[in-house]
């Protein structure tokens, strides 16, 4: 197998939001780099907006590409399930990536996030934080089994902490649209201890729908998924941003790399890589820092 | 001839909104009797067929089909009844082609499926029956006006009815082709239909009609056999006043005043070429030509209104290059519109933002003045006399005539030195005509120039001093004085090998 | 109303070249496939660019109907979510009563349809009836239909029994003598639809009712009645689609046909129907959905840009596939 | 031609109940709003609402004009976004020659206002010049800036320096005598565009290249100029909308002004413009706006409804705006 040129598809959804965005980036680079380390490595990157968008790309990939592994970051994972089973009935190698596909194995490797995980760790932050209770309003995301089980294991986390979730909308996971929900969460209640905007790109919009209304009863803010500027601020010791929760976009170049590695070497890198999400505080908020990436 | 009415109306009254249009009309259509509803502008005529044809619901009063009492309460059931009507505005939907019109909303099927080859035979036949040549798969929108009349009137002929009624239909035909429609309405008289026609052409009358009914104002004024009624006596109960003298007097050509308007090699690709001619202040300059002669074309290049080139153009002596509208209107040059309905009228805005359109810098810098529009208005409807029910109404509810007479008087808004006016009457009622052609006469007298193209050789000869001919886009002859008759424009208009594709105006 | 004055080559005497616009933009995306790849002409690559062209195919073509007469529709893409979401939720309902087998899917196909023909004449009533404006019905029904399939799927994704899924799979992926379903389906919706268009009466007053309503009402065609049938058979087509979709992906969610409808109003205007009514050809629609499918297939054969700049290629290609259109018609 | 038989409503010289209409549908939600929340009608809500409208608003009023004068634009929302990334990009570029302070907020306006007015005028052009469906030709290029926007910020955020940001913020949250700066532009726009449509010589020739544009071109209006006007017009609006954008939270990626597109034309629409062009209100978009920010502000107030449904009540509450509009209409 030596001299021969191996493909490598790459199928991530488009940078619809900031994780997203990172994400891509990502993956663009460490694309970018593989193939000058490996020169008989060719990737093809696709970018879908889509479940239906995604499932096409990667029928393009074996049908065009004949790729020889694929590593697929699922829109959704119901949907993106048996294309992928397809491709790895045909004997392609295939890796996924932060969701799991809803048939157990089908892939070879599986780089996984942990989405409870995300919403435990936030919770149990939360609890922390608010020993006596307090009330709190979350933010959601975009209406996605992802968002639902985030919310859920947030929800467990703080349940008889005394926490009181006492709103809770779809800023789906836009500053802007965020920024109108928190402008009116503000209008609508007089006394907020804490808010959960459960990912960074949420968060910028709800301080500045604070910071504008100068209301002095919210603590603190609690976004997630390790933004650079976020991360920033929890070093800095922001009063506002004490904490965030990680998320890693660069969990997409992990398992590219792996996947590359997997390919061009006999190294065993088969089995399930869980990134665990951690809270990053100002004690270790500068292992997590990355002031290059777009995110 | 006559029997028992076919369909007849009974004391109906029209209000819209506010406004009653008529005032309690009677009259009775007969099988194998020919009506002539005529009226002045805005009378209710059209109206008044509307209502029999079931297109429009009367206020009060009641619609006797065979002597019973009928409401139409849908379109279809006035056609079940073999009524048609052929309308005053086109009725042809312009995207579609003509076999397509025809047959619309009675498309001939063979199973599921369309029989497109016995439509396209029989739209073939129906055209025929009126001699009109165009071929059926053409699409509307390319069709002059007289062939969309034409393609109307073979789609009404079509339909096999009891009960014929046109709205204007001649307004926009030829003499001939005025023959053709009326030997058809001929042998539909003799194999029973009746027919109930208008017309502001009062020749047409006498010669068509067995009865004429008057209108005037929403009442019948008159009724009774047409022999019995003569065309001045019809203009008379019309308008009210004695219309006999219709044209103004010419004025005595001897002194030749400068010329205003010099134009040579006057071309317009596809249309004309090599066009020249002078225009003299105090002159009204006739043209006249066939059908598809050009002459629209000519006039709108020369104006900026489509691609034309000219070797070159003189106003009042100085050259000039025309190649936008607004250039000719600068140059004080404007041009009336053949068709008020696609190029003339916003026909779903009010008479006040149409009368000001195109001279709408004269109303206020950059904002518009809204009372200097309404004295405008005012000023217009006084001098025209147009007949609107309400000021605010859509242009699009106003009778046909009345919309000419608009269109007029926005085009007399710009103040133009040389005004170019095409088919200025069209549906325009006789008493309106007088006075249209004696405003266009004493504007020439004012020291304007005008050039007035017709289709109607009696209105050329009539009215103009000189008249220039056209034949196939090109200047066949100038005439003037005494060489101006009928039989000279008419000779000089078919040539010698005519192209086909022409017909006598 | 008439546009030759303004613009002399806009009619369609000479469909000529009007007709050959589509086909050349198609043509010239062909060739450009083939020479950056040697598999895009594979029967796996065809296969897959016409089986997935289906959905937006299908859809297209009824709303080619509906433009045709004058309408619009911007629901269909949330409509084919909530026939999705519908569909998954009745057949896994039915399943421990009825098991898997051909009756369960034949429950399904019937959700399908009949819910897909109720949506249409939702959005017809409103239309015809109420005298709404369809651009403003349709954006409103496109939020109602989204709202619906994302609460059915309480915010998450609606999904098909998995042995159910199994057993229904071969309706997208096998079919007849190697062309698979979708296709074969797609294939007879637009040959209906063309002889529909351009050999019945129907397809007449669609496009007597797009033309000049006035005139059509003046000549007994019932406008009102076209127009619903319009927007009911749109309606119809995206239950079809969906029927085929459902075996595809097996899940329904909110992020399910989200932007469709724009997918489906280019194909047809790329076509050469007219977005004011009035003339509208299916053919022409198909060739629309196809340049954009292989757009997409195209961007995914090469690396040469980069994959943030996709939308910008598709941007021009389309407007491109436009000019070449009118560019063509203009000389003819 | 005419429309007075088919509907005997539909003429405008009855004004005052389709004037009715939109301003009913505003005065409920606000009812409804006071009723579910004391805190509906305080000076900060209503602060806020009208101020996150500007952006939306000030687009919808140039919106106006395009769809008037018979065109459509689906491009504003990227284009938005895109001019929001090249201001952004821009001034953080200068920013270590210019330093922090009013001459850079200016150049980052005027970069803005620049961008807006070219993108509306490589629209118009494409448009009139060229002859394309409007509707194509926004969305081409509503793909365009979208990619271009993502390419910039390679598929992240683009971020203004934090230093900038906090000198230009008053931009967004200060005003004079308690009232914003979007806000005041807003209405600003709001008045001048009433004026320009109903007042001027421009927005008669919008109506009536809408209405009839061949009559229009008899009449010297220059239907071509015109409808460029409007959308350079648009796009020097959207370029005034971002500048109040930016400061708000000094960034811009691809998920900016997703959207914005369909709420401005349904704000317009809903505000009583004839989406077919030929009639317009400058006013009546204002209302539209309105309406749509209130649906979304009452919603977020109450907790009466799954947050699933939201897109389900404004879709019925957009249908049900424009109902009233219609019926108070037949009525009249
Ligand atoms: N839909 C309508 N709404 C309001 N007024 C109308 C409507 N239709 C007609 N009218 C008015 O009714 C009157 C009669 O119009 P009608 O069209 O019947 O006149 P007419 O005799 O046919 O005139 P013409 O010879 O000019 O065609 C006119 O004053 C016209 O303005
Ligand atoms: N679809 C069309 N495209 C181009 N020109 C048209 C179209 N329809 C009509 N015309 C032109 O407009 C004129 C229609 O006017 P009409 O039938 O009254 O003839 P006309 O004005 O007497 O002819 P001309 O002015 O050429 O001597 C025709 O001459 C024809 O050339
Ligand atoms: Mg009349
Ligand atoms: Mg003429």
Redesign the pocket.
């Known amino acids: 197998q030596d001299g021969e040129t191996r493909v490598i598809g790459v199928s991530i959804p488009a940078a619809t939001h900031g994780w997203a965005g990172g994400m891509n980036f990502h993956a663009q680079e460490t694309v970018e780099r593989l193939e000058e380390v490996y020169p008989n490595l060719d990737f093809v990157l696709a970018t879908a907006s889509d479940p239906g968008k995604q499932v096409n790309d990667i029928e393009d990939m074996v049908a065009t590409r004949n790729i020889d592994a694929l590593v697929v970051l699922p829109f959704e994972s119901d949907p993106l399930t048996p294309p992928v089973q397809a491709v790895a009935e045909s004997g392609a190698w295939v890796t996924v990536v932060d969701r799991g596909l809803s048939v157990e194995g089908i892939e070879d490797l599986y780089v996984a996030g942990d989405n409870p995980g995300f919403g435990r760790v936030s919770g149990e932050y939360m609890v922390s934080q608010m020993p006596d209770g307090g009330n709190i309003v979350v933010l959601r995301g975009i209406p996605t089994t992802i968002d639902n089980e985030r919310v859920e294991g947030f929800q467990s986390a703080i349940e008889g902490s005394g926490i009181e979730i006492i709103d809770m909308e779809h800023g789906n996971w836009n500053r802007d649209d965020s920024f109108n929900v928190m402008q009116d969460f503000l209008s609508k209640h007089d006394q907020i201890d804490a808010v959960w905007a459960s990912d960074d790109d949420m968060a910028v919009g709800v301080l500045a729908a604070i910071d504008a209304a100068g209301r002095e009863d919210i603590q603190f803010v609690l976004g997630g998924a390790g933004m650079k500027e976020m991360v920033q601020r929890v070093m800095e010791g922001d009063d506002m941003i004490p904490a965030d929760v990680t998320y890693p976009p660069s969990m997409i170049a992990t398992a590219i790399e792996m996947t590359a590695v997997g390919m061009t070497s006999n190294a065993p890198v088969s089995g399930t890589f869980t990134i665990g999400s951690v809270l990053i505080t100002q004690e270790n908020a500068e292992q997590f820092y990355y002031p290059d990436s777009p995110f | 001839m006559s029997g028992s009415p076919v369909l007849a109306l009974r004391d109906v009254t029209k209000s819209f909104g506010p406004v009653e249009v008529l005032h309690g009309v009677s009259l009775e259509l007969r099988a194998g009797e020919v009506l002539a509803l005529i009226g002045e502008n805005g009378a209710g005529k059209s109206t008044t067929m509307k209502i029999l044809a079931g297109y429009q619901p009367a206020t009060s009063g009641k619609i006797l089909l065979d002597g019973e009492e009928v409401t139409f309460d849908s379109l279809h059931e006035g056609e079940e009844a073999g009524i048609v009507m052929i309308h005053q505005e086109f009725n042809l939907a312009e995207q579609l082609t003509v076999e397509q019109n025809i047959f619309l909303g009675r498309e001939l099927r063979r199973g599921w499926l369309l029989d497109k080859a016995r439509m396209r035979r029989l739209t073939r036949e129906y055209l025929d029956r009126v001699n009109c040549k165009v071929h059926p798969d053409t699409l509307v ?7 969309k009349q034409m393609v109307e009137i073979a789609k009404a002929l079509s339909r096999n009815a009891r009960v014929l009624i046109m709205d204007e239909p001649t307004a ?1 035909l030829t003499g001939a082709e005025t023959r053709i429609l009326f030997d058809q309405v001929r042998a539909m008289k003799n194999s029973g239909t009746a027919i109930l026609f208008t017309s502001h052409k009062l020749g047409e009358v006498s010669e068509i009609a067995d009865r004429v009914t008057v209108l005037r104002d929403g009442s019948v004024v008159h009724d009774g056999p047409a022999v019995e009624i003569s065309e001045d006596a019809m203009a008379t109960a019309m308008v009210g006043r004695d219309v006999s003298d219709l044209y103004p007097e010419k004025p005595a050509d001897d002194v030749q005043s400068d010329v205003m308007l010099r134009v040579r090699g006057l071309d317009v690709p596809g ?1 004309a070429a090599g066009i020249g001619f002078d225009l003299h202040r105090g002159e009204i300059l006739g043209v006249a ?10 006039m709108e290049g020369l104006c900026g209104l489509r691609p034309a080139r000219a070797e070159r153009v003189e106003i009042g002596g100085d050259p000039v290059t025309i190649s936008k509208p607004g250039d000719a209107l600068d140059h004080g040059l404007c041009y009336l519109t ?2 008020r309905k696609l190029r003339g009228l916003l026909l779903d805005k009010g008479l006040r933002e149409n009368l000001t359109l195109q001279a709408l810098h004269k109303f206020g810098g950059y904002l518009i003045d809204r009372r200097a529009e309404e004295r405008a208005l005012d000023q217009a409807i006084a001098d025209f006399d147009i007949r609107a029910g309400q000021r605010s109404m859509r242009v699009g509810n106003l009778s046909g005539g009345n919309q000419q007479k608009l269109l007029l008087a926005k085009v007399m808004q710009s103040e133009p030195r040389i005004l170019i006016v ?2 200025p009457t069209r549906g325009i009622d006789i008493g309106t005509k007088q006075q249209i052609y004696t405003f266009l006469r004493k504007l020439a007298d004012d020291g304007h120039g005008i050039i007035v ?1 017709s ?1 109607e050789m009696q209105e050329v000869i009539g009215l103009a001093d000189r008249v220039l001919v ?1 034949r196939s886009g090109r200047l066949a002859a100038t005439l003037d004085g005494d060489a101006i008759s009928e039989d000279t424009i008419v000779r000089h208009a078919m040539g010698v090998g005519a192209d086909s594709s022409e017909r006598v ?1 | 109303m ?1 546009t ?2 303004l613009n ?1 080559g806009k ?1 369609r005497t000479l469909p000529s070249m009007s007709v050959l616009g589509p086909v050349v933009a198609l043509v010239v995306l062909l060739v450009i496939g083939t020479l950056l790849n040697a598999n895009f002409l594979s029967a796996a690559n065809i296969t897959n660019v016409l089986a997935r062209s289906a959905f937006i195919g299908i859809i297209a073509v009824g709303m080619t109907f509906v433009i045709t007469a004058g309408g619009l529709d911007l629901s269909v893409g949330s409509m084919a979510a909530f026939i999705a979401g519908l569909m998954i939720i009745v057949m896994n309902a039915a399943l421990p009563s009825m098991g898997i087998g051909i009756p369960i899917i034949l429950l399904g196909m019937a959700v399908a349809i009949v819910a897909g023909i109720l949506a249409g004449l939702l959005n017809g009533f409103l239309v015809t009836t109420l005298g709404i404006e369809a651009f403003i019905v349709t954006l409103g029904t496109m939020g109602i239909y989204r709202s619906l399939v994302t609460w059915l799927a309480d915010g998450g994704t609606l999904s098909l029994d998995f042995g159910l899924r199994t057993f229904y799979r071969p309706v997208y992926f096998d079919g007849i003598l190697g062309i698979s379903w979708p296709i074969i389906v797609f294939a007879l919706t637009v040959i209906v639809g063309e002889i529909v268009m351009s050999r019945s009466h129907f397809g007449r007053h669609c496009a007597a009712t797009g033309s000049n309503e006035h005139v059509a009402h003046y000549s007994n065609v019932n406008v009102n009645r076209t127009r619903l049938l319009t927007y009911a058979m749109l309606g119809l087509l995206v239950g079809v689609a969906t029927i085929m979709y459902v075996p595809r992906l097996g899940s329904a969610s909110a992020s399910t046909g989200v932007l469709w409808e724009l997918e489906a109003i280019a194909a047809v205007i790329i076509g050469g129907t007219i977005l004011k009514g009035g003339f509208g050809r299916v053919w022409g629609t198909v060739i629309g959905v196809l340049i954009l499918s292989l757009i997409d297939n195209i961007l995914n054969l090469t690396d040469l840009v980069s994959p943030y700049l996709n939308g910008a290629i598709q941007g021009v290609i389309i407007i491109l596939a436009v000019i070449l259109q009118r560019e063509a018609k203009a000389k003819g």
Request: aromatic fraction near 0%; avoid cysteine.
């Open positions: 929108s390319r069709l002059s006006n007289s062939d926009v249309h030509g066939l059908i598809g002669s050009g002459r629209t074309e000519a053949e068709d095409d088919e193209i289709s056209l105006a | 008439t030759e004055t002399p009619g």
